[in-house]
């Protein structure tokens, strides 16, 4: 390739666009979700080196508050630099060796990605599945253990296509019974939902910054245990992507802090301050307010004569699933939101699409004024778009 300075730019793909100016949305729908205040502020900061001492400490300040918000001792705990799909691919990445047997519980949109994953990662992938708006039963769970003797069970714990909360009873023992290690999606459930890693005997878990933690996307929490950490340990060949290796990343997280990648220093100041004001509110009081806001949303809902597509004792407090009315076009009605009113709710993934509407109130964004206003808003506009 020639070196030489060329007497003329080619400027073909030089455009003169303003300056960025973003439209003012209200997030209500699967993620994500607007950024707390607070968070933005801390976003915008001046970026440190990433090895600078004052940023090191902030990284086990992050560390720190992720146990909390999981409710774990685990040491692997940090955040990968990528969305929740990277967590979700570093925990298969770092677990499944070729050849090992994966069950994983597909009851919506994101079980599929979770075995997509297992089987590029070479597992024997096997599954179980349920409609998309219902959940496992452990006597389900226990048969196919029986079946298909696995080394790892993953399932999603709050599926966000459909908007349902998988009961997580029994099925950490049930585990440690067949000597299969759980690996648990809490995506849409960290920071809103009941969740305790340590308790449930959750082996591995991954979530993601936009939702329950009011932060941008960007980054993805993951944490292992120590029986986790044993099979990484024992592996035969090394961890198959090198970006996710958890034990080159550790080396950068734990003590030595030998640099790995160059930390989205940013998104780490971010999430800090994300976690910062979880910790403030506390967990309880997260969950609580997540659970009365999401109650009022189902009552008025319910009171416009809509109907949610889960019963109410596997119901997400994070995402609620509302389903479209015979006759009316949910994707032209959702448009009309965003573009007349600012306001983002979802449609329908894959089996429940053209079928549902998915309305999140999640982290910064579960407020009762949004519940609020979204009601007044389906009771003010859904008539216009009925037949
Ligand atoms: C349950 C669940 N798992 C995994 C993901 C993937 O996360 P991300 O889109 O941040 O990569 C999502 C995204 O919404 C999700 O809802």
Redesign the pocket.
Known sequence: MSTEILSSVDNRHKKGFGAISVPERLLLG??PSNSDPSVLKALALNPVGHLDPFYVSLMGEVQELLRYAWQTDNRLTLPMSG???AA?EATIANIVEPGDTVLIAIKGY?GH?LADMADRYKAKVCTIEKNWGEAFSLEEIENAFEKYKPSLFGI?H???STGVCQPMNGIGDLCRKHDCLLLL?T??SLGGVPLYLDDWKIDLAYS?S?KGLSCP?GL?PFSINERAEKKLNNRKGKVPNWYLDVSLLNKYWGSDRVYHHTAPVNMNFGIREALRLLAEEGLENSWARHRSNAEALWDGLQSLGLELHVPIDLRLPTLSTVCIPPGVNGKEFSLHLLNKFGVEIGGGLGDLAGKVWRIGLMGYNSRQENVEKILNLFESELPKFRN
Do not use: I, K, L
């Open positions: 699967p993620g969305t929740g799909s979700m994101f990605r999603v709050a599926e966000t999606d995506v849409t993601c936009q996307p993805g």
